[in-house]
Nanobody, 129 residues
């Protein structure tokens, strides 16, 4: 069974950077599209970014395009989210999870979680001066 653990969150000033990590165990990440999601207080969980199983397709929600970069290291079973130029509205708990994949060639990830899929416990990101 896929188990995910997020890390790397913290308190940062506006304009600062953080790198989140998502460590997988139980199942090799190779062959899975993985996404980052976030949930702010009082709001629904939203998709932030995803990366396809072979890593050559990524997608981002509009509010983070140009600021966030997702990457993966299948050998280490890790997914990263580099977050630059952070804004107060980025404050949320960030989660990684397995996401659906479009069966195209090459495959493309979708910012939609696999129904009944795996989630980590989340890591808090707070952007404040």
């Amino acid at each position: 069974q896929l188990q995910l653990v997020e890390s790397g969150g913290g308190l940062v000033q506006p304009g600062g950077s953080l790198r989140l990590s998502c460590a997988a165990s139980g199942v090799a990440l190779e062959g899975l599209s993985i996404g980052w999601f976030r949930q702010a207080p009082g709001k629904e969980r939203e998709g932030v970014s995803c990366i396809s199983s072979i890593g050559d397709h990524t997608d981002y929600t509009d509010s983070v395009k140009g600021r966030f970069t997702i990457s993966r290291d299948n050998a280490k079973n890790l997914i990263y989210l580099q977050m630059n130029n952070l804004k107060p509205e980025d404050t949320a708990i960030y989660y990684c999870g397995d996401v659906l994949e479009r069966t195209s060639i090459p495959p493309e990830c979708l910012l939609r979680p696999v129904p009944g899929g795996s989630w980590g416990q989340g890591t808090q990101v707070t952007v404040s001066s």
